[in-house]
C-alpha cells in the first residue's frame, strides 16, 4: 500500500489529484494514481488550457467539432468528454466509499464569477448535461457565488465551491451549504443523504500574498524588520487550521444535527494549492501541516510525487489551533489584513482563471482559422 491509501485508512484525508490531461485518460495513468490511492480529480480552466495548448492530443476532434460547432462550444465539448472518461475512472472510488470519494470537478465558466444567475443556469445545464452521479461541478466562492450555491444544493447537486481565501467567506459558504440543505427539506425532498459538497479552501497563495506584504512593511520601518520577516510562511497554514476549527464548530450543534438526522453529510473542507511556491519553504509544507479526518488535500503532480517519496503522515490539522490564531494576530499586529488579503486574491483567482480561458480561446480560434473552420 502506497501513503496514499495510507492518509485516507490512517487519518481520514482523501488525496485528490489536481490536473486532469487526455493523455493521463488514454494511457491508463489516471487509473494507476487512482489504483495508487488517488480518490478525487479537480480541474479548473488553467488546468485545461494547458492540456489543450500542450499537445495534439485534441487537434482531430477540433476539427471534427468545428464542422458543426462554434470553437467555444467545440471547447466544451472536448472539455465534456474527458470529464465524461475520468467520471468513469473514479465510479468505482464513489461506489465503493457511498458516495464520499471518486468525483471529478467542472468548473462553470470563469466569467460568471460574479453573475449569480448566469452560474446557477451553468452549473444546472453542466449537471444535466453530464448527468453522473460523481460529478462536481465548480462554483467560485464569490459574494455573488453564495446564491447559486444554495440553490444548486436545494436542487440535491453536488457542488465544489472554489477560490476561498477567508475564513468569513467560508463560514458564509457553509451557510449556504446549510441553507441548501433545509430549503431542500422543507420543500418535501428527504434525499439529503445523496448531496455532497466540498469547500475548497486555497492554501500556499495566502502566503505568497502575505509574504509579499511583510517584506514591503519590513522595508518601511527598519525597527520592526526582523519581527516582521520572521512571519513569513507562517499565514496559510494558519488559516486553514483555524479554517477547520470552523468546520467543526458549524457541522455539529442543534442547526447541524437536525439535518444530520435526515441523513445530510457534511461539506467537507479540501485544501487547494497546496503546491509550494516559494523554494526556501518545505516542498510539503501545505500538506504535512494540514493532515486530518474529514478532509480532502488535492495535490498537483509533483506534489503527489513529494508525498510518495518522503512524506510523513501524522495529524496535524487540529494539533494546535491556540497556535495558529497567535499566528494570525501576530500577523494583524505587524499590518497584515487578512480580510484585504482575502480580496486581492480572490479577484486575481477570477481573472487568472478568465485569462486562461480568453488565451485557450484565441489559441482555438486562431487554430480553426488555419484549418478553415471559421471565417
Sequence with gaps: MTKLHDLYRQQGQSPWIDNLRRDYLRTGRLQELVDEGIRGVTSNPTIFAKAIEGGTEYDEQFAGLLRSSSVEDAYWDMVVDDIEDALRVLRPVY???????????????????????????????????????NLYVKIPGTSE???????????????????????????????????????????????????????????????????????????????????????RGTAAVAQAQLAYQLFLERFSGDRWDRLHAEGANPQRPLWASTSTKNPDYPDLKYVEGLIGPGTVDTMPDETVAALL???????????????????????????????DVARTLEDEGVASFAKSFDELMQVLDDKANALGGTD
Design 145 to 231: 457565488g453564495l446564491g447559486a450555491i444554495r440553490t444548486m444544493v436545494s436542487e440535491g447537486r453536488n457542488i465544489n465551491v472554489t477560490l476561498l481565501f477567508s475564513l468569513e467567506r467560508y463560514g458564509e459558504v457553509v451557510d449556504a451549504y446549510l441553507g441548501g440543505l433545509e430549503d431542500r427539506l422543507a420543500a418535501g425532498n428527504d434525499d439529503l443523504a445523496k448531496v455532497h459538497g466540498v469547500a475548497s479552501f486555497f492554501v500556499s497563495r495566502v502566503d505568497t500574498e502575505v509574504d509579499r506584504r511583510l517584506e514591503t512593511l519590513a522595508g518601511q520601518d527598519e525597527s520592526r524588520a526582523s519581527t516582521r520577516r520572521a512571519l
Design 309 to 339: 517519496d518522503h512524506g510523513r503522515l501524522a495529524r496535524t490539522v487540529d494539533a494546535d489551533p491556540d497556535g495558529a490564531r497567535r499566528a494570525l494576530e501576530d500577523l494583524a499586529e505587524a499590518g497584515i489584513d487578512m480580510a
Design 95 to 133: 461506489d465503493s466509499s457511498s458516495g464520499v470519494d471518486g468525483y471529478v470537478s467542472l468548473e462553470v465558466a470563469p466569467s460568471l464569477a460574479h453573475d449569480t444567475a448566469g452560474t446557477t443556469e451553468s452549473a444546472r445545464h453542466l449537471h444535466e448535461l453530464i448527468d453522473e452521479p
